[in-house]
């Protein structure tokens, strides 16, 4: 389902609220495109959007199970051990995936991995076509993709989270603190662009 939502500033966003569990990778990165190439996005693309991506996350949009407080909340060891499945259960997103599957649909991207210290979103490199796509540590467990689209006029970042298809405004302080009641620690940032 698309949600049609709008900022404190009265500007629109379409948030993709996941339609099965663990595609919040698959409906951060098609919302993100879509930002970049300011394009709207309809239902009926979710199976474009699995084939676009769907090598950076694998069998991961399968549904494994979920914690009710939100996505991606696994228990460490989920699954068959040597599948991707179990990779991000016990050690979460492959950022390399994500990163090749970005560059290989013609977008620009720049990745960073928190090292000590919260990871801050860099405002400046954030724009109407210039969105982040932020990969977040649950406190409880698990990991979960959400989308930076820019800043709002009071200086908060305007998060889109596919995870029931959430619009919130936050202080840029490292964290992320979920409307269904997660938080978690930044710990991979990817913000995208036009490619050349």
Sequence with gaps: MIKSLKDSDGRHYSVWAQNQP??????SLWMGRSLVHQTSFAEGEWSLAQRYYYA????????????????????????K?????????SEGFYKDEIYRALVSDGLK??????????????????SATTPALII??????????LVAAQLSSGGKIVYLDPWGGHLTE???????????????????????????
């Design 22 to 27: 663990m595609s919040c990778t698959i409906a």
């Design 56 to 79: 950076a996350v694998q069998n991961a949009d399968a549904p494994l199970g979920l914690d009710p407080k939100g996505p991606q909340s696994f228990k460490e060891g989920t699954g």
């Design 81 to 89: 051990q040597g599948t991707l499945a179990y990779r991000l259960a």
């Design 109 to 126: 991207v720049e990745g960073y991995k928190k090292g000590r210290g919260p990871l801050h979103i860099d405002k400046r490199k954030l």
């Design 136 to 145: 977040v540590d649950w406190l409880n467990g698990g990991r979960h993709m």
């Design 170 to 196: 936050q202080d840029n302080n490292g964290s992320y603190s979920a409307p269904y009641g997660n938080f978690g620690a930044s710990d991979i940032v990817f913000y995208i662009s036009k490619g050349r």
